[in-house]
């Protein structure tokens, strides 16, 4: 396996913001969160982060240098005129429902994503939930990169069918939760949802199903993985994202989409998911190893490991 250092660097594009969360574990206010934030922190463990985003002047100093710290190239991270996006959040006792309070786009309604030159030849690309014209947009911005995902919102698959439709047929890599697999789909089913978002273009279909874990859909292959079963869940917040970050970190550090390293990469997806949820915000994750993560991936291989016996 290859090392960061030596790994194919990962473009990812979507929102950065600040968050107040409540869940039944406590509350935190203003803390540093937004979906290429997270998928950035995840990424940054395994491969060389390229991110784009756009934060206002409020944005805290010490979030960039933390940012900076994970070694996460922040070019493309642009600083305009106003507030930074804020997300309020509210978690039901079964914390696989939330609620959103309140949503202060500020400067990310403006948000044009444009990437510097020096991103361009980005091998691994993520397309954060933003409109699905944006999304279109910064892939066409790319040289040749090697493997695109995309995720989505209820709200973009309600509102602009015809524009994420055009995105879906460009991209390898579908990652959603199964509420919206079926929405896009027009069907109820995971499995025969899951074979029609195939047909509309990309070879992968990652469905999220939050505590019950993941499951990856190509043609010809379906691979199941659970979530790591842990006693306390404090902020579920994130948990997709950097489930997506784990992965694509993983798959640059491995340079080649082969069924191994997909297989592997979900797992790796899985175990930072698993950790993010620990701590409010990005709070786990700040402290967190990579040897960390590799000894909870061997934990993962022994929870799942029936097929000796
Ligand atoms: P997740 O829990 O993985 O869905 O990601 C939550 C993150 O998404 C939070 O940090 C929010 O700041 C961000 N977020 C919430 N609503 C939106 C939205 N409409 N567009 C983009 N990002 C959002």
């Known amino acids: ?67 900076d710290s994970c070694g996460i190239n922040l070019d493309g991270l642009t600083e305009a005129e106003g507030g930074t996006f804020r997300w309020h959040g509210r978690y039901h006792e079964n ?64 509102t602009a069918p015809e524009e994420l439709r055009a995105l879906l047929s460009r991209v390898d890599l579908v990652s959603i939760n199964d509420s919206e697999v079926c929405q896009l789909a027009g069907e109820g089913n995971i499995v025969r949802a899951a074979r029609k978002v195939l047909e509309l273009g990309p070879s992968h279909l990652i469905v999220k199903r939050g505590e019950y874990g993941a ?33 694509f970190g993983s798959l640059a550090e491995a340079g080649e989409i082969t069924r191994e390293t997909l297989r592997r990469a979900i797992v790796y997806g899985s175990v930072v998911a698993s950790f993010t949820v620990e701590a409010f915000g990005l709070d786990r994750l700040r402290a967190l190893s990579r040897a960390e993560l590799d000894e909870r991936y061997r934990a993962f291989m022994a929870l799942t490991d029936f097929h000796t016996y």
């Open 1 to 67: 396996m290859s090392s960061r250092e030596t790994a194919a660097s990962v473009c990812v594009v979507g929102s950065m913001a600040l968050d107040s969360i409540e869940t039944p574990e406590g509350s935190a206010t203003d803390v540093l969160g937004g979906a290429s934030t997270y998928f950035s922190v995840a990424a940054s463990f395994f491969a060389p982060v390229n991110l784009v985003g756009v934060v206002g002047s409020d944005f805290p100093e010490h979030e960039r240098r933390f940012l």
């Open 95 to 158: 914390m696989n429902i939330r609620d959103t309070v309140d949503l202060q786009l500020n400067v990310f309604e403006q948000f044009q994503p444009t990437l510097p030159e020096s991103y361009r030849a980005s091998e691994f690309v993520f397309l954060a939930n933003i409109q699905p014209s944006l999304q279109s947009d910064v892939l066409s911005q790319l040289e040749s990169p090697l493997y695109v995902g995309a995720d989505t919102m209820d709200h973009w698959i309600t």
């Open 215 to 247: 499951l990856l859909f190509s043609s010809n292959d379906v691979f199941a993985v659970p979530a790591f079963p842990l006693e306390v869940v404090t902020d579920p917040t994130g948990a997709g994202d950097t489930f997506a970050g784990g992965l």
